[in-house]
T-cell receptor
Framework: GENVEQHPSTLSVQEGDSAVIKCTYSDSASNYFPWYKQELGKRPQLIID?????GEKKDQRIAVTLNKTAKHFSLHITETQPEDSAVYFC??????????FGTGTRLKVLA | DAGITQSPRYKITETGRQVTLMCHQT?????MFWYRQDLGHGLRLIYYSAAADITDKGEVPDGYVVSRSKTENFPLTLESATRSQTSVYFC?????????FGSGTRLTVV
């Protein structure tokens, strides 16, 4: 079955700097990779996703890249702001609409 | 989203008691899921359902029971609660590309 590893577990950046979170997956047949943001005490919310037929997708200050050969995908946040502070989860499919989640990255944006 | 609600938000129960967590969607999405969230483990799938009366196990199903007699409801029951089941439980529906999660239930087993 699918296995997902996520790094780093914690990440501190200065406001305005970039942040990168990386995930690896094991199943080469996986074709859809969502990212979720969870603010303290709140539910996880989908922020961006990527399908295996593209290598990169952007949405304002966030982007996701996918390397199918190496089986890893990354979340990039540019010009970080205090409201970006949260826990971020990557996920990969493990069946029809089932997902295996990474263990999460706690991002702290320092003012 | 108001379309998926969980109850209760907080629950404290004693070891050995049965407890049921409720999940209700106002849409008609076929797939529903129960995840538990623990520090260091992320989100782990307990059970899921593809439609009414169709359920299947996830990664960590032991000690849990689910049912889905109606499309909109997907209750999760802990038959005999243990301290290791202290966790935050999230219900989710598959909607479009990914999940929409409920607001969660924080369960403490003492």
């Amino acid at each position: 079955g699918e296995n997902v590893e996520q790094h780093p577990s914690t990440l501190s950046v200065q406001e305005g700097d970039s942040a990168v979170i990386k995930c690896t997956y094991s199943d080469s047949a996986s074709n859809y990779f969502p990212w979720y943001k969870q603010e303290l005490g709140k539910r996880p919310q989908l922020i961006i996703d990527i399908r295996s037929n593209v290598g990169e997708k952007k949405d304002q200050r966030i982007a996701v890249t996918l390397n199918k050969t190496a089986k890893h995908f990354s979340l990039h946040i540019t010009e970080t702001q205090p409201e970006d502070s949260a826990v971020y989860f990557c996920a990969a499919p493990s069946g029809t609409y089932k997902y295996i989640f990474g263990t999460g990255t706690r991002l702290k944006v320092l003012a | 989203d108001a379309g998926i609600t969980q109850s209760p938000r907080y629950k404290i129960t004693e070891t050995g008691r049965q407890v049921t967590l409720m999940c209700h969607q106002t849409w008609s999405h076929s797939y529903m899921f129960w995840y538990r969230q623990d520090l260091g483990h992320g989100l782990r799938l307990i059970y899921y359902s593809a439609a009414a009366d169709i359920t299947d196990k996830g990664e960590v199903p032991d000690g849990y029971v689910v049912s889905r007699s109606k499309t909109e409801n997907f209750p999760l029951t802990l038959e005999s609660a243990t301290r290791s089941q202290t966790s935050v439980y999230f219900c989710a529906v598959h909607s479009g590309g990914g999940y929409t999660f409920g607001s969660g239930t924080r369960l403490t087993v003492v």
